[in-house]
């Protein structure tokens, strides 16, 4: 349980003024999204030392309803890196497990895309460490 307490999670202060407000729409495509929030809980042992962290967001809503797909984006390269053009993972769900390495630092990000293809635009980043 101790490598529990290790896994640090830090929702950056500067992503959490957007987030709070319930309102997310930079792009004008009428999705209204939130973004990621701090995921609970810790990590779970996984194949070869790794460990396995659960990002979660709520649910993106539109006018037109709709199903949301939701795009993944990571780096390892800083906050505010992560390339916007090109998702790592991408889902239907409203969590995503992902694989973090003991000491490494990633910052993700997600975004709701519609059906037609139209995506929130919203930055609201995590950062997660590796226990």
Same mark, same amino acid.
Not at 62 to 82: A, D, K, W
């Given at each position: 349980?101790?490598?529990? +307490?290790?896994?640090?999670?830090?929702?950056?202060?500067?992503?959490?003024?957007?987030?709070? %407000? &319930?309102? *997310?729409?930079?792009?004008? !495509?009428?999705?209204?999204? %939130? =973004?990621?929030?701090?995921? %609970?809980?810790?990590? !779970?042992? &996984?194949?070869?030392?790794?460990?396995?962290?659960?990002?979660?967001?709520?649910?993106?809503? $539109? +006018?037109? &309803?709709? &199903?949301?797909?939701?795009?993944?984006? $990571?780096?390892?390269?800083? +906050?505010?890196? $992560?390339?916007? %053009? +090109?998702?790592?993972?991408?889902?239907?769900?409203?969590?995503?497990?992902?694989?973090?390495? !003991?000491?490494?630092?990633?910052?993700?990000?997600?975004?709701?895309?519609?059906?037609?293809?139209?995506?929130?635009? *919203? !930055?609201?980043?995590? $950062?997660?460490? =590796?226990?």
């Amino acid at each position: 349980m101790k490598w529990i +307490s290790r896994l640090v999670l830090v929702l950056l202060a500067t992503a959490c003024i957007p987030a709070c %407000s &319930g309102q *997310n729409n930079p792009s004008g !495509t009428g999705i209204t999204f %939130s =973004g990621l929030q701090a995921p %609970s809980g810790g990590a !779970t042992p &996984g194949a070869g030392g790794s460990q396995m962290a659960t990002l979660f967001w709520g649910p993106a809503v $539109e +006018s037109n &309803g709709g &199903g949301f797909t939701y795009l993944i984006f $990571e780096t390892q390269l800083g +906050s505010g890196q $992560e390339n916007l %053009s +090109s998702p790592t993972f991408s889902t239907t769900a409203l969590t995503m497990p992902v694989t973090v390495a !003991t000491g490494v630092h990633y910052w993700f990000i997600v975004q709701a895309q519609d059906a037609i293809g139209n995506v929130d635009g *919203n !930055t609201n980043e995590i $950062e997660v460490i =590796g226990p």
